[in-house]
Each structure stands twice: as C-alpha cells, then as structure tokens.
C-alpha cells in the first residue's frame, strides 16, 4: 500500500483538485493522510465532503507549519511508501502506479 501524505493550510482553493486527482488513480490501493494544519478558511468543510474510506484527515488546532505538519502524515502512515503531494498540486492519473512498480523511484 502507499500513503499518499498532502499538507493544507488555507488551502480551499486548490484542495479539492488535489484528493480528487488521487482518488481517480489507476492504483487504488493507498490510503490518502491529509493534515489540516489550522487553516482558517473552508479547506476542512471541503475535505470532509469526500466520502472515501482511503481519506484520513488529521486536524492541528493551530498553524504548527508545514514541517510539523509533515511529520505528523508520516506518523500516521501506515504505507509501505510515501508519496507526498503538495495542496495545490494534481496528480496525473497513473502516477502511483508508475512509481509503485518501479520501486527505485522516489514516490
């Protein structure tokens, strides 16, 4: 399984595209960590309309950064990868499965 890790602060404008991207991977056997960290906007309604079991969203009360923030997906990854993708960022449509079988390359 990978543990695809993405980390928002105030990110309502991009969030959605970003889960949707990796729910419609051609692999499908990941689970998705996402942590909030203390955003302020509607970036946790947005996360929370998607029902996908694979979704783990994990919520900072506060803004602890990005690197706290990081450190907290990975601890909560169960994976035997990571892949990390940015808030704002789109996955193409078969990248997990590319980067799973080719397991020298950096998820």
Not at 59 to 86: F, M, P, Q, V, W
């Amino acid at each position: 399984m990978v543990s695809v890790n993405i980390v928002v602060y105030n990110g309502a404008r991009f969030i959605a595209d970003a889960i949707q991207s990796i729910i419609d991977q051609t692999y499908t056997d990941f689970e998705l960590i996402i942590v909030d960290d203390g955003s302020t906007d509607k970036t946790v309604s947005i996360i929370e309309t998607f029902n996908d079991k694979r979704i783990h969203i994990i919520k900072h009360k506060k803004n602890l950064g990005s690197l706290n923030a990081r450190i907290t997906a990975l601890d909560a990854s169960n994976g035997e990868y990571i892949a990390i993708l940015d808030a704002d960022d789109i996955a193409m449509p078969n990248r997990l499965k590319i980067q799973s079988e080719d397991r020298k390359s950096v998820l």
